[in-house]
């Protein structure tokens, strides 16, 4: 690769990293993306801002031709690397995050015209490096949670479980559904590695299954296919990973512990929470524990260990690590005797309410809140207003406390301009007022 060549992906490389969730400075993802972006993509791709954006005004910020630049758009969503959203009746371009977006979206399908054997055996290598798995979890909110399987709540606290901790209610609630192959087992296949469970079982929904539908990514499934995967997977005592928002989730993927990258990756590195868990924890019931080990095999985290136990004579119990259980109920279902349910954590973990919140909170905790406010450093505005929310983030709670209501205005004037600034300090719509996008140490004390 030229000097000039590798200096093309390297600001592709930093430009996907300026996202919440973001992309390794490693050599073996760069070589990925130079397999997946021509260097005229990259070049463009680089320039795209971090907001939806029209063809017309995208055109005047690339320079590319408006006609020109729309045949690259779209066979680049073709391939998963751009994302295209319709709105009345105008269309609107957005640079695919790394994930979950460019490096799924390039093995959801069989496909010939990029090299997927070559890719996926350099993914599976990038993926066991610290510095993909800190790009992408580096963080405490992520952008997957876990649902519990239905049915292995103790029953006195079922009135508790809320819609978005239900598979079959968000599935129920989709305006579409779309299926595609599981990019981690499709990745283990094409590595020549074994794999039991299912390849077709990844849903999305509404506006992604839609995109995915659109470009051939995946296929157009009705709501009974979508509980079947669901009950289907969860017999097989696989982890229901879903979309970590309460409104309108875009993905539940199915996973196993044998292919399923977060799983691999939350088993062989402990520093890196790599899914959120659910509201459960296990528990065993001691005097029904027979100590058979089926629920330590099936736990897909290996939160599960066989106890000896001396009382009233030797034996053996299961015990689980709370520190670790990720309130799956894999182990629920899979016990014979009855001995273990879920029950509710004592502190609820806090779902974001939208896409947005869970971006704003993700950019925040992994220090990316201006890069994503103030994207263009062609703009003064956007370069003071880096400088500015930088230094305020860095203040002492106190100070930032006593400045906040001034720097919210001073922020929202910046980005939006005046008239805009005072509308939205009204409606309460700036995201350091809003407690949905409040970090842990926020004045707010949510």
């Known amino acids: 690769m030229s ?15 300026a996202y919440p969730v973001g992309a390794p400075s490693a050599p073996l993802f760069r070589k990925v ?64 995050p790394t994930v979950p977006g460019i490096i799924e979206m390039t093995l959801m399908r069989e496909r010939d015209d990029i090299p997927q ?52 209610d968000v599935i129920r609630e989709a305006r ?13 296949k094409l590595n020549e590695e074994e794999c039991t469970h299912p390849l077709e079982v990844c849903t999305a929904f509404n506006t992604a299954a839609e995109f995915l539908v659109r470009h051939d990514l995946g296929r157009k499934i009705e709501k009974e296919e979508a509980l079947d995967i669901l009950a289907r997977t969860g017999e097989l005592g696989m982890v229901h990973v879903i979309d970590n928002v309460r409104q309108r989730p875009t993905f539940i993927c199915h996973c196993c512990s044998c292919s399923c990258g977060i799983m691999r990756a939350f088993r ?30 099936a736990c897909p985290v290996g939160a599960i260990n066989l106890e000896k136990i001396w009382e009233p004579k030797t034996n053996l119990r299961a015990g689980v690590d709370k520190s670790i259980c990720i309130g799956c109920g894999v182990c629920v279902k899979s016990c014979r005797k ?3 349910k879920l029950e509710p954590r004592k502190e609820r973990k806090i779902t974001p309410e939208t896409t947005f919140h869970r971006l704003a909170l993700m950019a925040m905790e992994r220090g990316k809140l201006a890069d994503l406010m103030f994207y263009d450093p062609t703009k003064v505005t956007h370069r003071v ?5 930088k230094s305020f983030l860095k203040m002492p709670l106190l100070k930032r406390a006593m400045l906040q209501k001034e720097f919210n205005y001073v922020t929202m004037k910046i980005t939006w301009g005046s008239k805009n600034a005072g509308e939205m300090a009204k409606a309460n719509l700036n995201p350091f007022s809003n407690p949905y996008l409040c970090h842990h140490d926020h004045p707010c004390g949510r």
């Open 3 to 17: 000097g000039h060549h590798h200096r093309t992906y390297h600001h592709l490389e930093k430009r996907l990293d």
């Open 33 to 96: 993306l130079s397999m997946l972006f021509s260097r005229e993509e990259a070049e463009m791709a680089t320039k795209m801002p971090p907001q939806l954006t029209d063809l017309s005004a995208l055109s005047r910020r690339t320079g590319v031709p408006s006609k020109k630049l729309q045949n690259m758009l779209e066979k680049m969503a073709d391939r998963g690397l751009v994302l295209d959203l319709e709105k009345d009746g105008k269309t609107y371009y957005i640079l695919a």
């Open 117 to 168: 054997k070559e890719i996926a055996e350099l993914l599976y290598h990038s993926q066991l490096d610290q510095r993909f798995l800190r790009a992408v979890f580096g963080g405490d909110t992520q952008f997957g949670r876990v649902l519990p399987y239905e049915g292995t709540i103790v029953e006195k606290y079922h009135h508790q479980v809320a819609s978005y901790e239900r598979g079959e």
């Open 176 to 188: 579409a559904i779309s299926v595609t192959l599981c990019y981690c087992r499709h990745e283990k």
């Open 268 to 297: 062989a590195f402990e520093e890196f929470p790599t899914v959120v868990s659910s509201n459960y924890l296990a528990r065993v019931e001691a005097d029904k524990c027979i100590g058979c080990g089926r629920c330590a095999r």
């Open 338 to 340: 009855d001995a273990l």
């Open 385 to 389: 207003g880096k400088i500015m929310l």
